[in-house]
Every structure is written in C-alpha cells, then in structure tokens.
C-alpha cells in the first residue's frame, strides 16, 4: 500500500511563498510519476502539476505556471511544491497523488490510484 504525507501548509499572506512536502514510504518514487492537486471550497478538485522523473520532465496548469514549482529529492523519498505569489483563488487543500511511471504524467485527478492526506492552504491578509 502505498503512503503519502503532505506537509508545509499554512496561513500566508497574498504574495508570499509556501513549500509544500509530499513524504512517499512503502514504494520507490523514482517508480512513479507525482501529481499535485488543490481544491477549494465548493470547487472541483484542480490539478496543477505533475512530476515525472523517468521523462524528466514536469507538466504544469496554466493558473499556476510560472508561479508554482514541483522538484523532488528521492534520496528522501519526497517530492515538494514551492508556491510563489500566492493569491487569495490559491486557497485550498492541496494533495500529492502518486502514479505508476509507466502511465505517464496527467493533470487529472481521476487518473491517479494513490493520495495523500491533503495539507491546508489559507492565503489571507
């Protein structure tokens, strides 16, 4: 079964910076493609990136390109989410969810079998 804990949420003000962690045990990440999703009350769950080591390449949503940045480390067995300019519509849960590698990088959520927890996001002067 594999596990994923998110961590690094909080309350910033617009314009600030968060990073968020999605901690992976019980699997190899390096075997699997990470995709970062929020959602925000009453919305449908978004997806806004996701994170393919094997094509070494990451895929972004257009609200977020340029703002948001997904790396990971897998040594630690982590993948992160630097947020940047951080506007009020960021506001959400946001979720890592995990995918085998060989199914390719997507932004939908339906597509992805593995979740995390989510980690609460609040922009807010």
């Known amino acids: 079964q594999l596990q994923l804990v998110e961590s690094g949420g909080g309350l910033v003000q617009p314009g600030g910076s968060l990073r968020l962690s999605c901690a992976a045990s019980k699997f190899r990440l390096g075997d699997y493609n990470i995709g970062w999703f929020r959602q925000a009350p009453g919305k449908e769950r978004e997806g806004l990136g996701c994170?393919?080591?094997?094509?070494?390449?990451?895929d972004y949503a257009d609200s977020v390109k340029g703002r948001f940045t997904i790396y990971r480390d897998n040594a630690k067995n982590t993948v992160y989410l630097e947020l940047n300019s951080l506007k009020h519509e960021d506001t959400g849960v946001y979720y890592c969810?995990?995918?085998?590698?060989?199914?390719?990088?997507?932004?939908?959520?339906?597509?992805?079998?593995?979740w995390g927890q989510g980690t609460q996001v609040t922009v807010s002067s």
């Open positions: 969810a995990a995918r085998p590698r060989s199914m390719g990088c997507v932004l939908s959520w339906g597509d992805f079998p593995s």
């Open positions: 994170n393919s080591d094997y094509e070494a390449r990451t």
